[in-house]
């Protein structure tokens, strides 16, 4: 059974920069791409970033190319997500998802296996 859990998420201000961890549980990381979504109130899930199977490939939205950086530590068998120069509009609940499957790994129907999220507000 593959089990994800986040961890990092807290109130940071303008600016400022925060790391998410993904702990994946039950299986080698390297099996698996790895991505992370984000869930604002009264918005949609939508994509972050992506990383493959041996992490040399990754993958961002515009909004957030540039500040994000999506990388995995095999040996933790976690991933992260690094944001850097945080806004407010990047507040959001950061959910990170794995799959096994060879895809692009930009939307959700891709991902087999859901952490439970993590809160990140961004505010002065």
């Known amino acids: 059974q593959v089990r994800l859990v986040e961890s990092g998420g807290r109130s940071v201000q303008p600016g400022g920069s925060l790391r998410l961890s993904c702990a994946l549980s039950?299986?080698?990381?390297?099996?698996?791409?790895m991505g992370w979504f984000r869930h604002s109130p009264g918005k949609e899930r939508v994509f972050v970033a992506t990383?493959?199977?041996?992490?040399?490939?990754?993958e961002y939205a515009d909004s957030v190319k540039g500040r994000f950086k999506i990388s995995k530590d095999i040996d933790q068998n976690t991933a992260y997500l690094q944001m850097n120069s945080l806004m407010p509009a990047d507040t959001a609940v950061y959910s990170c998802?794995?799959?096994?499957?060879?895809?692009?790994?930009?939307?959700?129907?891709?991902?087999?296996?859901w952490g439970q999220g993590t809160q990140v507000t961004v505010s002065s």
């Open positions: 039950g299986r080698s990381i390297s099996t698996y791409r």
């Open positions: 998802a794995a799959t096994e499957d060879f895809v692009v790994g930009t939307t959700m129907a891709e991902y087999d296996y």
């Open positions: 990383i493959n199977r041996n992490g040399r490939g990754t």
